[in-house]
């Protein structure tokens, strides 16, 4: 019998958005429709996720797993906040890419989160910067590590390039060289509107010669 995380292996998560916030914001596919599915919906999911972005090792995802397993109540509530947190960077990325404000709830959420990390964190300090990071495994190190990750990409000097999907909700930072990039990925969305433009004008130029 197969069991979850091999189910859920065949439903592979695309990596776009060139940003640990957005990514996280993207790890819902067809949000609302037939084929939705939440890359995080579940706490496997979210410690698969975590481990594929680099977050944690196996031996500190098999630690969390354990760990996870005998307080369940806890960390249940610790992934219906990660959810809170996905959804204001989704709402408020989503307003950027489309030239408004970033939402002040969104803002608030935000704020907070980011002051916990930084209050969570230690700092390494090389000839190019300084780099935070936290000592796991600790699940907040998600919450912690997304959190600043959207805070620095809200305040830094890319944030023209933040960009809506053309076809999906999903978001990307556009690090093409000419800034035009419209999809989230050329092989999925890209093909699609290709797909949808090639059968419109076809039929086009069937009623024009009918």
């Not at 090389?126 to 305040?155: F, K, N």
């Not at 556009?174 to 989230?184: A, E, I, L």
Request: proline share 3%; net charge negative.
């Amino acid at each position: 019998m197969e069991t979850l995380e091999q189910v859920d292996a065949a439903r592979p998560l695309l990596i776009i958005g060139g940003n640990l916030a957005l990514d996280f914001a993207n790890t819902v596919d067809d949000p609302g429709g037939p084929r939705h599915f939440d890359h995080i919906g579940e706490m496997h999911r979210l410690l698969t996720w975590a481990q594929n972005r680099g977050l944690f090792t196996q031996p500190e995802r098999d630690e969390l797993r354990a760990s996870i397993h005998e307080h369940q109540s806890e960390a249940q509530h610790d992934l219906e906040h990660l959810h809170l947190l996905r959804h204001a960077i989704q709402i408020g990325f989503t307003d950027v890419a489309r030239g408004q404000p970033f939402a002040t709830t969104s803002w608030h959420q935000l704020r907070k989160a980011d002051a916990n990390a930084i209050d969570h964190a230690d700092l390494t300090t090389t000839a190019v910067g300084g780099q935070l990071h936290w000592t796991g495994p600790d699940l907040r190190i998600v919450e912690w590590s997304v959190a600043h990750a959207a805070y620095e990409l809200l305040t830094g000097d890319r944030i023209d390039r933040i960009k809506h999907c053309a076809s999906c909700p999903w978001l990307f930072l556009d690090q093409s060289k000419n800034g035009w990039r419209r999809w989230c990925s050329m092989d999925d969305c890209g093909t699609n509107a290709k797909i949808r433009r090639y059968v419109a004008q076809r039929a086009a130029r069937r009623g024009a010669t009918a």
